[in-house]
């Protein structure tokens, strides 16, 4: 995206889904590998929105100052 300004992704840009921060799916996974408080628990791993590629590149190009295509 930094090189070409567009952002690519293998799905469709009308897609929507929650995006994660993947160091808070680390954090999790660290605790459930380690310790015994979330032992037979069924969760949801979720961010607020939901957002398909076009929102995140319109957001991208906000933080960069420039224009980001999906």
């Keep these: 995206m930094v090189e070409t300004g567009v952002f690519a992704e293998p799905c469709s840009t009308e897609t929507r889904f929650s995006r994660l921060d993947y160091r808070e799916v680390a954090e999790v996974a660290a605790i459930a590998l380690t310790e015994?408080?979330?032992l037979y628990g069924t969760y949801q791993l979720c961010?607020?929105?939901h957002l398909d590629r076009n929102d995140v590149a319109h957001l991208m190009g906000e933080v960069r100052s420039r224009r980001v295509l999906a």
Excluded: F, I, Q
């Design 36 to 38: 015994d408080r979330l």
């Design 47 to 49: 961010a607020e929105g």
